[in-house]
Structure formats: structure tokens, C-alpha cells
């Protein structure tokens, strides 16, 4: 199946889960008042965040054909996203600084002139289409992280913390294995042996989140598995997979959503190191920075590189880390505690 | 709620009787940050070395090995060639290239043989010493050096044959006669009594027997027998692979009890290693026992400044009438200091830190002007210098690919041509080496016989149409593969490992892009590319190579038969082999330099505009720049450090960084006093408020 | 209390054997001793120098027990890493042990003062962030850690040595030199930036530890007998608070010992930090899989003194 079809498929799988969130948000008393006073005090954090989260949804929304081609023939055959056609045909031979109308070296007139919101960078590509980009990277980074290691923690988390006895010595021998490999070092060990790529970073990222996720998720099975009501439950002989989906998992969904909120600053920030050792994801807010440190030397200095995908990677993680914050007030203000 | 107003009451008082040492100790602990300021510098060196002739140097990666016989890079050979002499040695100013004596007495005449063989005779100079070093207690009680012999050579030369040294350059010492024989003979008789193995490798070579073609008659005079003409060999008697190698040192510094050899060199250079830490620096210093030292008045060639260069050295100040013909070397230590970062080391270059470096090309616009030195680092005293390095990039194309390569006949020889006109490498040495190149039109670069500069490769031309009209005849009209329907579809194979590297390959796939190829960079890790060229599932990759030594034979080797990568494992990426180029250069390989191999090197040429395994790309020129206190030095295409020839003014040099190094404090005091501004005031009104 | 502590470290042994698994399953099954090879060597490598190489650091023979249960690489990785022989580098054949020993020194010039001066930090402000909590110095506060938190070390890096090296001219861009008069100019900037960059998570921890602790009972009881703010922060909320980052700190103890990747490599310290990126760079898995072998090992080490001393402490602990 082609990138983009898949990509759309995803968008709208997306979107259909978000309408179930919404209905259920509705329907569920509990949810419904949390993010309500989220909205309450994070209004600004939210917006931001979803801001976000729309560019990357429009930049995942791709197809063949269509206007603002440019002549190029390759790009008429060729899957772009909503993003990409609003900035087609802005491709410049090399540098230019924000809304200039001439090349930074050389002085040669633009294609487009005064359009180029924050510049092009040395490939002559639209700053800002490059950043905008980035975000749909990091989310994606993010969410298919997300994928693996929320399934992972909960199978291995409920399992050993439900049923206790060996099956729990092992999952703990196994988390606690891994859990004393410091993270980056394993991290980076993961993608060298996996190799580089998008989808490896993913998942060499889900193994290492997979970890901390779990132990939050064992402890809490632990505690609810002797309350009265699961107690009860077993006591009326409904069957263990039932009481682990209907009683336990339930129970444990806003612990998930909570570390998975704390802990995606610390991916994206962990890409960021990895784009610097050469094995990062392409197209990152990262990978940008990397590319555009050494331009600060440059003179005069070609700035707007590094500040843009700098401001971008800093924007959507000032407002993850407030929501995260708020998000634990409201759900859960004792039980938990971010360590490390 | 009156207990509540109460216990605020006492909190302020407690509060105001707390604050005033607060406001000390903060005002202290300001105050030492200042004192710490105050007393700050970056000069990274210790005060004592200050007046000394140390010439600093970055290090940018560790070496691999410094053992003579497997060192084979840049880094390597910027320590092993100060520490190994070499019987034949290149002059430091003439251009082209030209060979004078080293440790032997002269250069010799190649002998022909009626046999077809050839002989030179080396003669060792007499009373040569190895630098001082314990390992030589093993030739007796207390002894730290010896003299150099001829078997020291012949040493060598074995170890080169050895497998178990893993030797890079057993290839263009096979020429000598019996050198492959001793190689198996060495195999043979250590898997006939394994402990053979266990002697020290000098024991074991004579218990097989040495070399044939390698004789050593007395203790000066050593014989080299060619099975063939190959007069590139005399290059290789000037690279450190043939320098002369105490037995002692191999068989003391055996890595098992003390260091490996190939972190302890023993040589007969200059300098010698004193200290060797990968991870922060070298040192050199100069070695007591060199001939130059020990014997002046010999007035070796190499071992004094030279009197004559090229025309335009005496300009330019490298014929200085106080320093010709004085002996060598000038400068007493040569430090490297480890830098992994680019921006930094320039940096540092600068500030006067280093002596000499190149220029990143981030700051270049900075350094040059008009191709000239900036005004600002003119007025610096910094000297410009460039020089061609003898190295090419190209575009590779693997050659057994279904669709680009040999398989795919004239429509692939079509497709190669097109992508060939697609790739503007002038706009891609402007971007990415700040137009500090030549773009290249053949694989021999400039400085080597057979480059001739007003030569243009008719299939190097820029020119998207006429990319698109190749690939219409190619039967892909506007880059569309009539059987799918949609763009051809070609794989970038990438192993970038910094994001710049991958830039420059972005540019070359949107090349190949604009003009309708669908050319997609699969960019992996150096493993992973090389796991695809094993199973050959790679179409087009990006690639250097620079010269051993300068002789076009080293760059066109790398597109024969023998040399393919998925048949030998040899250095030919592409797979490249064509029976005529290989005829070509079977002639070329065993002429001199002379019209007749130029004429086989044009035709060589022809073939490859046509055949394309190669799209080249540019022939880098280094720009190098060096301090005024750094004084008569002249750069080098092939990596010699030549450090020897070169000297330093101290006393400029500790000036000149004293100027430019004043650190600069407003802002310090700026900062700490808006911070007293803020927080005093603020704390103040806040305890206040409290009350 | 003896059979807890044998029983705790025999867990930790395991933990220790578990690691040393998934580090032979990942660098000697996915990457193949060929790739290694060939990256020692160098492209000018012909097949006959990768088998005498491969010959050579003995990747030549089988992988598994059952393939020849004399000779075999699981058994010799086992052996040499827990009999602390860690081999030569795969790239420049260089003994790994010592490397490690020539490492150590500057990278704990680097992440001892680092720490203390971190923790010093963290804890001043996090307590003074608590001390005036609810108020706007409190919520200045926290916003500022979450500020901070949010960029990349990379950026901070960059900005210090733009700033301060090569604007200001305080300090050298990089390097470093043992020479006593020299060490510190080297130390300063990469020390500020590694305070700098942690400090905003760790107060904001802190103050979470702290503002709890002070809004539990027996301060309150405290403050309701009349004791003033500042004591009860010194006495009460400080003191037990410790437990909570007693933890978190003595679990970072053990990575001062493996350097800090980013801040030695831009800086030039010649630590663990730095062998471990020129590794990763140069895919010297030899090099890797010590420094990942003993990183564990530290942690699984501390970990165990952690829990030994809390059962020390509080007999309660053991029986959970």
C-alpha cells in the first residue's frame, strides 16, 4: 500500500476514535468534569496543543494530482499533503531571510519574493513548510510510541500486578532489567542494532517508555485488585478476563494518559539527541537543529533556521508539559508523582 | 482565624531577621561569580609551555593504528609520518611532486632485467639510529637504540606480505618479485606447526625464508626485484608502509605485557611520540637520535631547508636567505589536541589557539572576500594558502543493477548519461564547499600526470533538457516508466551519518527529481548500506576517494574488472567492467609518464563519458590558513605533515593571543547588577507585603 | 536482615545476567560480526582482511552453546564481561579496560561538581518556591522549571558556547587539560549548562516533595503550636522530605560514573561520555556494550544499597 494512503487511512481512524473520545466524554460524568476544568484553567495550552495537532493532521491528509504543481513533473505523480500545497512552488536555489525578496548569497531575485515567512535554508526549501512539517513528525513520534508501549504496559502491567505469582516475578525480572539500562545508552544501543528509519526510532522508543508505564500500571492493578467491588465481582464468578477489562483497565486509563502526557516531552527531546548522533528520524525538529547549528557561524548569521524549528519544538512542549501538569492536578492530585 | 494573622506576624519578623545574612551570603556568593569572572581566560594551554616552539594541532578523529604497516588515512598519517622516515622522500616546495633521497643515499634508476623484471638498488645511509626507546634491551643488556640496517627495510616488507598484519597496500607491493610466494609459504608453514605462530614474528618470517625479490646485500645495501615494470613503486618506498622497522620494537610492544606496537611507534623520523591519549591529545617531540641532529654536516636533502622551488616560493617568502640550507626541524613539539566538533576548533584557529586549519564553511564568507582574505583577517596577519587535494567525489551507480547498470544495455547506458547532465555540480560546490572546488570532469584530479584543465566532458554539462531528451530515448519520456504508467522509481543508497551529509544528498536526489526521476534517499546506517552492497540491492550512492600517491593509475584501478566490490570485495562500487577499459589500462598502468600514456588515458576517458559508472562531482581545494607567527609553510595535496620544514615566531604568537583574547566583562557586571536591581527590591517588598 | 541483603543482591545478580543477555541477543545477532569488521577496516578492506580480522577478535566462531558448547560467543561474553575483562575496541583494537580508567577522571571532574552544585541549587530554590507557595513568586517559579524543562540541551549548549565562549571570550569553547591551573576554565561552562538544563525538573520535583510534606498533619500540628514558617520548612518539611529525594538523588549517583554524553563530546572532556559517543559514531560495539554493561551494573549496584539502607532504617521495609 502506498505511504499516503495508509497515512489518510490513519487520519481517519484519527478522527473516528476522536468523535468515540468526544461521545464518551460525553456520556462518562468523571471525564467530562476533568476536562472541563482542564479547559478551565489550560485553555491557552489546549488550543496550543491542538493547533499542533491540526498541522500535523493537515500534513497527513495527502493525494495525487491536483493544482499547484508548478510544472515540475515529479510532484504531479507524487502524494502531497495539504501543507505541501500551500507551499507549492516556493522552492528557491538556496538561502533567503524572512520575507526577502533576493537570495541571502549572490543577491539573485526569488522565485517568491517576500513570501517566505521565515526564510528558506541552504537547499533553498520554505522554512516554515519544514517546520510545519515537524510537527506531524513529532506527533507522529509521539503516538506511534504511544501505540507500542501503552498495549505493551497494559498486557505485561495488569497481567503481572492481576494474577501475581511467577507470571509476575517474570514480568518484574523483565521491567527491572531493562529498567537498569540507562535510558538513552539503551535507547541508542536499540536503533544501532535495529538500524535507522522512522519506525525504528518509534520503536526502539516504545521498548524504553514501555518500562516506566508498566511499573505505574502494576502498582495500581495491585491495589485495585483487592478492592471491594473487583473482590465482589469474582466473588459472583464473572469471569477474570471480564473483571480485567470491565473493572481493572478502566480504572487504570487515566494513569496512562497522564504519564503518556509527562513523558512525551521527554521523546520528543530524546530525538532530538538522537538526530544528533545521525540516527534520528527525518524531517524532525531535531534533525533541524542539527542541521542548523553550524549556520550561526555563518556571516552574516543564518539564524531563522534554528530559531524556527527551536520555537516550534519548544511551543509544543511548553504546552504538553502545562496540560501534563494540569492533567495531574485534576485526575489524579496524590497517587502519582513524576520521578525521574 | 486570628491564630492565622498571628503566625504571619511572627513569619515576617522571623522572615526580615533571616533575610539580611540572606542578602550577605547572596551578595558573597555574586561576589566570588565576579572574583571568577575577573580571573578568567580560554586560553587552554598551561602558562609554561607559552615560549616553547610547540606547534598546536586538532585532532579530529583518533587513529585506528599507528603501526607503519596498517596506518592508511589523513589523521594516521599526520602522526606516523613525523615519527617514521621513509628511504625515498617528496621535496617540500618543488611542484609537480618530485622524489628526493630520505634515509637512502639517493633515488634510484629503475634496472631493466632481460627477463622482464626490473631491479632498484637502495643504499642506506651510514650511521643511522632508531629514536631512543627501551624496546632495543632486547638486542642487548641496556641498550636503547640501534643503528638502521638494511634488514630493517626488509622487515618491513615482510610484515606488509604477512595476512595476520592486515596490510591495505599488499596489492601494489605484489609487484615485487616472490611477494605473494612468502605470503603463502607464511600461511603454509603456520598451519603446518602451529607454534611457529608463537615466535615473535621476525623468527618466524626467517624460518620461512623472506622475500625473493627483496635482498639485502650487507648491511646498507638493499635490492628490489620487480617481477614487472611498475615505476609507481618508487611512491610507495616515500609512504611510511616501507619505512624501516626495528624487530625489537614489534616483538616488545606485543600487547599482551606491555603496549600493542600499534599505539607505540619506533621510527627513524624527526619526532617521536611521547604521549598518546585518543581521547585528548598527542604529543610528539623532536627525536634526539634523527639524522639531521645527530649529523649535520651531511646536509641531507632531507634533513636541511631547501634552496630552490617552485618559481614563485622566493615571492612568496618560503626561501627565506636566513633559512635555507639550515638544518631541520625548527619546531621542538608538535601537541594535537582531540576536537570533535568543526565550529569549535575554528574557532579556536581564531582566538591563535591553533596554528594552522582549514576553513569550515560556515565562516567562510567571513575568512574570504572576492577570493581574497577578509580585510579584518587580513589585517590579522592570517595568510591565505590553497591547494588541489588529489581526491574526487562522485555519483556511483552500481553497475549490476537491473535497471541502470550493465543488465539493462544501451537503455541503461541512457538513463546513466541523463542523470549524468541532470546534476549541476557547480551550484553544489557554491552551497556546500562555498565554491572552493573543481568540478570534476574526469576521475583524475588535478596535480596528477594526465589532468588536463582545459578538458570538459561533453557528458558533465549541465543541462536539464537534454537529461530529458536522454531519457525519452532511454524510453522513459519525461521520466515516466511506460510499463507503470508513473515516474521512475530510483533508490538514493545513503549511509550519511551527520545531517550535512545528508543535505548534500537531498540535493542530488531533487536534481534527479527535477527532471522527472522519482529518485527517493534511503538513507541507513553505514552497516545496513553496506549489507545492501553485499547483496547488491543498491542503485546509486555518493562516494570519494583520494590518492595514495599521485599517479592516475590509483583513480582509474578503481573502475576495472578485478577491483569490482560483489566479485573481489575490491574498492569498485559500481561493479564497473568493461574488457577494453581494462586493456586501456593494463598499457597505462606500466608506462611512464609520456605521451603515449597520455594517449591511453584520453581514450580511457572517452569510454567512461559514455559509459557513466561514474558521475563526478568535484575535486575539493583546500584553503588553508596559518597564523603570521607560523613561518614558510607550504601546503601539501598528499597527506605529509612536513611539520619539519616549518617553524614558529613564540613571542608573536603569545602576543598576538593576548590581544585577541581580552575577555570581555560589561555584560557580567551588566547582569548582576540588574539581578540586584530586581530580587533585592523585590524580596524586600514582598517580606513588606508579608508584615 | 543478612537473609534480605543475600536475597537482594542475588536479585540484582540476576538483573545483572538479564542485561548481559539482551546485550549478546542485540549485538551479536543483529549486527553481524561482518559489519564490524568492515567498519574496523575501512573501505580499502578486501574480504581476505575481514576473515583474518574476524579470526583475529575471535567473532569467528559459533554464536550459540549448542553450536560447539567448548567454544562458543555467548559463554566468552558472559565470562570476560563479568570477570570485568572487557576485551579491545572493535575499531582500533585498543584495551577497553583502560580506556575506561583514563575516562573516569574527567568525566567525574565534570558530573561530581555538576551534581552537588545541581542538588545544592535545586534544593535552595525548590525549598524558597515552597516557602512562598500559592503566592506568584510560586507559580513564577514553576512556570520557569517548565520553561526550562522544555528545551533541548542541545540548545543550551549551543547558546552557551555562541554567548559565552566565542562572544564574551570568559571561557574556552571546548577542551580540556588536567593541568591544575588550567582544569577549572575548561570545567565552568559545560557545569552551568548541565546545572542549568536539569535544574527546572528537579525543582519542580522538589517542590512537589515539599509543598506535600507541608501540608500534611503534624505541620500543620507544628504550625499550630506557633512555630514560624521558616522552622518548620528547615525542620519538618526539609527533613522528611529527604526520603522522596534521597531516592532520586542516590540513583544518579551511579551515572556520574558514565559521564554525560552531550556535554563531554561538545565540550571536549576526554570522559566515559565522550568514548561512548566516538562508539556509537564509529559503531564500535565492543566499546558499547561495556559502557551499557557497566552503567547497569552501577545502577543495579546503587539500587541494591538503596534498599539495604532503607531496611536498616526501617525494618518494615523487608517484609513487603
Same mark, same amino acid.
Given at each position: 500500500m502506498e505511504a499516503h494512503v495508509f497515512s489518510n487511512l490513519a487520519v481517519v481512524v484519527l478522527l473516528a476514535l476522536g468523535a468515540a473520545t468526544v461521545v464518551f466524554v460525553r456520556r462518562n460524568r468523571l471525564w467530562s468534569e476533568a476536562l472541563a476544568?482542564?479547559?478551565?484553567?489550560?485553555?491557552?495550552?489546549?488550543?496550543?496543543?491542538?493547533?499542533?495537532?491540526?498541522?500535523?493532521?493537515?500534513?497527513?491528509?495527502?493525494?495525487?494530482?491536483?493544482?499547484?504543481?508548478?510544472?515540475?513533473?515529479?510532484?504531479?505523480?507524487?502524494?502531497?499533503?495539504?501543507?505541501?500545497?500551500?507551499?507549492?512552488?516556493?522552492?528557491?536555489?538556496?538561502?533567503?531571510?524572512?520575507?526577502?525578496?533576493?537570495?541571502?548569497?549572490?543577491?539573485?531575485?526569488?522565485?517568491?519574493?517576500?513570501?517566505?515567512?521565515?526564510?528558506?535554508?541552504?537547499?533553498?526549501?520554505?522554512?516554515?513548510?519544514?517546520?510545519?512539517?515537524?510537527?506531524?513528525?513529532?506527533?507522529?513520534?509521539?503516538?506511534?510510541?504511544?501505540?507500542?508501549?501503552i498495549p505493551l504496559a497494559l498486557l505485561f502491567g495488569v497481567t503481572a500486578g492481576y494474577f501475581g505469582g511467577r507470571l509476575d516475578d517474570a514480568v518484574f525480572f523483565v521491567m527491572s532489567t531493562l529498567a537498569s539500562i540507562p535510558g538513552l545508552l539503551l535507547l541508542i544501543a536499540l536503533i544501532m542494532a535495529l538500524g535507522k528509519g522512522t519506525w525504528q526510532v518509534c520503536l526502539a522508543l516504545g521498548v524504553t517508555g514501555w518500562v516506566g508505564l508498566s511499573r505505574v500500571v502494576r502498582g495500581e492493578t495491585l491495589k485495585l485488585r483487592?478492592?471491594?467491588?473487583?473482590?465482589?465481582?469474582?466473588?459472583?464468578?464473572?469471569?477474570?478476563?471480564?473483571?480485567?477489562?470491565?473493572h481493572v483497565i478502566p480504572n487504570l486509563m487515566h494513569l496512562v494518559i497522564i504519564t503518556f502526557v509527562l513523558m512525551f516531552s521527554g521523546l520528543v527531546l530524546s530525538e532530538a539527541i538522537l538526530a544528533w548522533l545521525g540516527i534520528g528520524v527525518d524531517g524532525s525538529w531535531g534533525q533541524m537543529i542539527d542541521q542548523a547549528r553550524d549556520e550561526l557561524s555563518r556571516v552574516p548569521v543564518v539564524w531563522w533556521n534554528l530559531t524556527a524549528a527551536a520555537a516550534a519544538l519548544f511551543g509544543l512542549l511548553l504546552a504538553v508539559n502545562f496540560v501534563g501538569d494540569a492533567l495531574r492536578d485534576i485526575l489524579d492530585p496524590r497517587t502519582l508523582r513524576e520521578d525521574g | 482565624m486570628s491564630g492565622g494573622s498571628q503566625s504571619s506576624l511572627r513569619e515576617g519578623r522571623e522572615a526580615a531577621a533571616v533575610a539580611r545574612p540572606l542578602r550577605w551570603a547572596g551578595l558573597s556568593v555574586a561576589g566570588l561569580l565576579l572574583g571568577g569572572l575577573?580571573?578568567?581566560?580560554?586560553?587552554?594551554?598551561?602558562?609554561?609551555?607559552?615560549?616553547?616552539?610547540?606547534?598546536?594541532?586538532?585532532?579530529?578523529?583518533? +587513529?585506528? %593504528? =599507528?603501526? @607503519?604497516?596498517? /596506518?592508511?588515512? &589523513?589523521?594516521?598519517?599526520?602522526?606516523?609520518?613525523?615519527?617514521?622516515?621513509?628511504?625515498?622522500?617528496?621535496?617540500?616546495?618543488?611542484? +609537480?611532486? %618530485? =622524489?628526493? @633521497?630520505?634515509? /637512502?643515499?639517493? &633515488?634510484?634508476?629503475?634496472?631493466?632485467?632481460?627477463?622482464?623484471?626490473?631491479?632498484?638498488r637502495f643504499r642506506l645511509r651510514e650511521g643511522l639510529l632508531f629514536a631512543p626507546d627501551p624496546a632495543f634491551a632486547?638486542?642487548?643488556?641496556?641498550?636503547?637504540?640501534?643503528?638502521?640496517?638494511?634488514?630493517?627495510?626488509?622487515?618491513?616488507?615482510?610484515?606488509?606480505?604477512?595476512?595476520?598484519?592486515?596490510?591495505?597496500?599488499?596489492?601494489?607491493?605484489?609487484?615485487?618479485?616472490?611477494?605473494?610466494?612468502?605470503?603463502?609459504?607464511?600461511?603454509?608453514?603456520?598451519?603446518?606447526?602451529?607454534?611457529?605462530?608463537?615466535?615473535?614474528?621476525?623468527?618466524?618470517?626467517a624460518r620461512v625464508g623472506g622475500i625473493e625479490g627483496v635482498r639485502v646485500l650487507g648491511s646498507h645495501d638493499l635490492e628490489i626485484a620487480l617481477s614487472g615494470p611498475y615505476?609507481?613503486?618508487?611512491?610507495?618506498?616515500?609512504?611510511?608502509?616501507?619505512?624501516?622497522?626495528?624487530?625489537?620494537?614489534?616483538?616488545?610492544?606485543?600487547?599482551?605485557?606491555?603496549?600493542?606496537?600499534?599505539?607505540?611507534?619506533?621510527?627513524?623520523?624527526?619526532?617521536?611520540?611521547?604521549?598518546?591519549?585518543?581521547?585528548?591529545?598527542?604529543?610528539?617531540?623532536?627525536?634526539?637520535?634523527?639524522?639531521?641532529?645527530?649529523?649535520p654536516e651531511w646536509k641531507a636533502p632531507g634533513a636541511v631547508y631547501p634552496s630552490e622551488g617552485e618559481p614563485g616560493d622566493a615571492e612568496a617568502g618560503l626561501l627565506p636567505p636566513d633559512v635555507v640550507g639550515q638544518p631541520l626541524p625548527f619546531i621542538e613539539r608538535i601537541e594535537f589536541r582531540r576536537e570533535k566538533e568543526s565550529i569549535p576548533t575554528f574557532n579556536k584557529f581564531l582566538q591563535g589557539y591553533y596554528d594552522a586549519s582549514g576553513i569550515v564553511k560556515e565562516s567562510f564568507d567571513k575568512i574570504v572576500q572576492n577570493d581574497r582574505l577578509s580585510p579584518e583577517m587580513a589585517e590579522r596577519g592570517i595568510e591565505l594558502s590553497?591547494?588541489?587535494?588529489?581526491?574526487?567525489?562522485?555519483?556511483?551507480?552500481?553497475?549490476?543493477?537491473?535497471?541502470?547498470?550493465?543488465?539493462?544495455?544501451?537503455?541503461?547506458?541512457?538513463?546513466?548519461?541523463?542523470?549524468?547532465?541532470?546534476?549541476?555540480?557547480?551550484?553544489?560546490?557554491?552551497?556546500?564547499?562555498?565554491?572552493?572546488?573543481?568540478?570534476?570532469?574526469?576521475?583524475?584530479?588535478?596535480?596528477?600526470?594526465?589532468?588536463?584543465?582545459?578538458?570538459?566532458?561533453?557528458?558533465?554539462?549541465?543541462?536539464?533538457?537534454?537529461?530529458?531528451?536522454?531519457?525519452?530515448?532511454?524510453?522513459?519520456?519525461?521520466?515516466?516508466?511506460p510499463e507503470t504508467g508513473k515516474p521512475l522509481r530510483i533508490n538514493f543508497d545513503s549511509y550519511a551519518t551527520s545531517s550535512a551529509q545528508l543535505l548534500q544528498e537531498q540535493f542530488i536526489a531533487d536534481a534527479l527529481r527535477a527532471v522527472g526521476l522519482d529518485v527517493r534517499i534511503d538513507a541507513t546506517t553505514y552497516n545496513q548500506f553496506q549489507g545492501k552492497v553485499q547483496d547488491g540491492r543498491y542503485q546509486m550512492f555518493f562516494w570519494g576517494w583520494s590518492a595514495d600517491y599521485p599517479d592516475p593509475e590509483n583513480f582509474y584501478f578503481l573502475l576495472t574488472c578485478d577491483m569490482r566490490r560483489a566479485e573481489s570485495g575490491g574498492p569498485n562500487y559500481t561493479n564497473f567492467c568493461d574488457p577494453e577499459f581494462d586493456e586501456l589500462f593494463a598499457r597505462m598502468r606500466v608506462r611512464d609518464n609520456d605521451e603515449e600514456r597520455l594517449a591511453v588515458m584520453r581514450e580511457m576517458r572517452e569510454l567512461l563519458e559514455r559509459e557513466?559508472?561514474?558521475?563526478?562531482?568535484?575535486?575539493?581545494?583546500?584553503?588553508?590558513?596559518?597564523?603570521?607567527?607560523?613561518?614558510?609553510?607550504?601546503?601539501?595535496?598528499?597527506?605529509?605533515?612536513?611539520?619539519?620544514?616549518?617553524?614558529?615566531?613564540?613571542?608573536?604568537?603569545?602576543?598576538?593571543?593576548?590581544?585577541?583574547?581580552?575577555?570581555?566583562?560589561?555584560?557580567?557586571?551588566?547582569?548582576?547588577?540588574?539581578?540586584?536591581?530586581?530580587?533585592?527590591?523585590?524580596?524586600?517588598?514582598?517580606?513588606?507585603?508579608?508584615? | 536482615m543478612l537473609a534480605y541483603v543475600i536475597r537482594r543482591l542475588a536479585y540484582g545478580a540476576l538483573v545483572v545476567l538479564g542485561v548481559l543477555l539482551f546485550l549478546f541477543v542485540l549485538f551479536f545477532t543483529v549486527a553481524t560480526p561482518d559489519d564490524i569488521a568492515r567498519r574496523a577496516l575501512g573501505d580499502k578492506a578486501t574480504p581476505e582482511m575481514i576473515d583474518t580480522w574476524k579470526a583475529n577478535h575471535g567473532y569467528d566462531r559459533p554464536l550459540?552453546?549448542?553450536?560447539?558448547?567448548?567454544?562458543?560467543?555467548?559463554?566468552?561474553?558472559?565470562?570476560?564481561?563479568?570477570?570485568?575483562?572487557?576485551?579491545?575496541?572493535?575499531?582500533?583494537?585498543?584495551?577497553?579496560?583502560?580506556?575506561?580508567?583514563?575516562?573516569?577522571?574527567?568525566?567525574?571532574?565534570?558530573?561530581?561538581?555538576?551534581?552537588?552544585?545541581?542538588?545544592?541549587?535545586?534544593?535552595?530554590?525548590?525549598?524558597?518556591?515552597?516557602?512562598?507557595?500559592?503566592?506568584?513568586?510560586?507559580?513564577?517559579?514553576?512556570?520557569?522549571?517548565?520553561?526550562?524543562?522544555?528545551?533541548?540541551?542541545?540548545?543550551?549548549?549551543?547558546?552557551?558556547?555562541?554567548?559565552i565562549a566565542q562572544l564574551l571570550r570568559w571561557y574556552p569553547i571546548s577542551g580540556f587539560d588536567p593541568d591544575p591551573d588550567v582544569v577549572a576554565r575548561f570545567l565552568i561552562l559545560p557545569i552551568v549548562v548541565g546545572v542549568v538544563s536539569s535544574v527546572g525538573s528537579d525543582v519542580r520535583f522538589y517542590r512537589t516533595v515539599f509543598v506535600e510534606e507541608s501540608s500534611r498533619d503534624y505541620v500543620r500540628t507544628a504550625r499550630a503550636k506557633g512555630a514560624g514558617e521558616l522552622r518548620v520548612m528547615a525542620q519538618h518539611v526539609l527533613r522528611n522530605g529527604m526520603i522522596p529525594i534521597l531516592t532520586r538523588v542516590v540513583l544518579a549517583i551511579p551515572f556520574l560514573f558514565t559521564g554525560s554524553l552531550l556535554l563531554e563530546s561538545f565540550f571536549g572532556i576526554p570522559g566515559l561520555g565522550s568514548i561512548t559517543v566516538d562508539a556509537i559514531r564509529g559503531n564500535d560495539f565492543a566499546t558499547l556494550r561495556v559502557m551499557v554493561y557497566i552503567g547497569a551494573l552501577l545502577f543495579v549496584l546503587g539500587q541494591v544499597l538503596t534498599d539495604v539502607s532503607y531496611s536498616l532504617a526501617d525494618p518494615r521495609v523487608r517484609l513487603e
Open positions: 476544568e482542564l479547559w478551565r484553567r489550560r485553555r491557552f495550552s489546549v488550543l496550543v496543543v491542538g493547533l499542533y495537532v491540526l498541522i500535523a493532521l493537515l500534513d497527513s491528509i495527502a493525494w495525487v494530482g491536483g493544482t499547484g504543481a508548478n510544472g515540475a513533473s515529479i510532484e504531479a505523480f507524487e502524494a502531497r499533503s495539504v501543507i505541501d500545497r500551500l507551499f507549492a512552488g516556493t522552492r528557491e536555489s538556496s538561502y533567503s531571510a524572512p520575507l526577502a525578496d533576493h537570495a541571502f548569497y549572490g543577491g539573485k531575485p526569488l522565485e517568491a519574493p517576500g513570501t517566505h515567512l521565515l526564510g528558506t535554508d541552504i537547499l533553498g526549501r520554505d522554512v516554515l513548510h519544514r517546520t510545519l512539517k515537524g510537527a506531524r513528525v513529532a506527533l507522529l513520534i509521539g503516538g506511534v510510541t504511544t501505540l507500542i508501549a483487592e478492592l471491594d467491588y473487583v473482590q465482589a465481582a469474582r466473588a459472583l464468578g464473572v469471569s477474570e478476563l471480564r473483571i480485567v477489562v470491565r | 575577573l580571573a578568567c581566560s580560554n586560553d587552554p594551554y598551561p602558562q609554561a609551555d607559552a615560549d616553547r616552539k610547540v606547534y598546536y594541532t586538532a585532532l579530529r578523529e583518533a +587513529p585506528r %593504528t =599507528l603501526d @607503519p604497516a596498517e /596506518a592508511y588515512n &589523513v589523521t594516521a598519517h599526520a602522526i606516523t609520518g613525523n615519527v617514521y622516515d621513509t628511504l625515498l622522500e617528496y621535496h617540500y616546495l618543488k611542484r +609537480p611532486y %618530485t =622524489l628526493i @633521497p630520505g634515509l /637512502a643515499e639517493a &633515488v634510484p634508476e629503475a634496472e631493466p632485467q632481460p627477463d622482464g623484471g626490473v631491479i632498484y632486547l638486542g642487548g643488556e641496556g641498550r636503547t637504540t640501534r643503528e638502521v640496517v638494511a634488514a630493517d627495510v626488509a622487515f618491513q616488507l615482510m610484515r606488509l606480505a604477512d595476512p595476520e598484519e592486515n596490510s591495505p597496500v599488499v596489492d601494489p607491493f605484489s609487484n615485487i618479485a616472490g611477494f605473494r610466494e612468502f605470503q603463502q609459504a607464511l600461511v603454509a608453514a603456520r598451519e603446518a606447526d602451529p607454534e611457529l605462530a608463537s615466535l615473535p614474528p621476525h623468527e618466524q618470517y615505476p609507481q613503486i618508487l611512491y610507495w618506498f616515500a609512504l611510511e608502509f616501507s619505512t624501516p622497522v626495528p624487530w625489537e620494537a614489534v616483538a616488545w610492544y606485543d600487547g599482551v605485557t606491555r603496549d600493542r606496537f600499534d599505539d607505540h611507534p619506533v621510527g627513524t623520523g624527526p619526532y617521536r611520540l611521547t604521549e598518546y591519549d585518543k581521547q585528548f591529545r598527542v604529543i610528539l617531540e623532536a627525536n634526539p637520535n634523527w639524522y639531521g641532529v645527530q649529523n590553497k591547494s588541489i587535494k588529489p581526491t574526487i567525489f562522485y555519483l556511483g551507480v552500481n553497475m549490476n543493477d537491473e535497471l541502470l547498470g550493465h543488465p539493462a544495455g544501451e537503455r541503461g547506458r541512457l538513463l546513466r548519461q541523463a542523470i549524468s547532465h541532470a546534476v549541476d555540480e557547480e551550484q553544489w560546490i557554491e552551497l556546500f564547499v562555498n565554491g572552493r572546488g573543481i568540478p570534476a570532469q574526469s576521475p583524475v584530479p588535478p596535480g596528477l600526470f594526465g589532468y588536463e584543465p582545459e578538458y570538459e566532458n561533453p557528458a558533465r554539462v549541465y543541462d536539464p533538457d537534454r537529461a530529458r531528451k536522454l531519457l525519452a530515448e532511454a524510453g522513459y519520456p519525461e521520466g515516466i516508466d557513466r559508472p561514474w558521475i563526478e562531482i568535484h575535486h575539493p581545494e583546500t584553503y588553508g590558513l596559518t597564523h603570521a607567527w607560523l613561518k614558510h609553510r607550504k601546503s601539501f595535496g598528499i597527506s605529509f605533515p612536513m611539520t619539519k620544514y616549518q617553524d614558529l615566531d613564540v613571542a608573536k604568537r603569545a602576543e598576538l593571543r593576548r590581544a585577541w583574547n581580552e575577555p570581555i566583562t560589561w555584560p557580567a557586571w551588566a547582569l548582576a547588577g540588574v539581578a540586584i536591581a530586581v530580587v533585592v527590591p523585590g524580596i524586600r517588598t514582598f517580606f513588606r507585603e508579608r508584615q | 550459540w552453546p549448542w553450536q560447539d558448547p567448548s567454544d562458543n560467543l555467548l559463554v566468552s561474553h558472559y565470562t570476560s564481561l563479568l570477570g570485568f575483562d572487557f576485551g579491545r575496541s572493535d575499531v582500533d583494537d585498543a584495551p577497553i579496560g583502560q580506556r575506561i580508567r583514563e575516562g573516569m577522571g574527567p568525566s567525574l571532574a565534570l558530573t561530581v561538581p555538576m551534581f552537588v552544585i545541581g542538588l545544592g541549587l535545586g534544593l535552595l530554590l525548590s525549598l524558597f518556591v515552597a516557602f512562598f507557595r500559592e503566592t506568584y513568586i510560586d507559580r513564577a517559579g514553576v512556570f520557569l522549571c517548565v520553561l526550562g524543562m522544555s528545551v533541548s540541551i542541545l540548545l543550551y549548549i549551543i547558546g552557551a558556547q555562541v554567548l
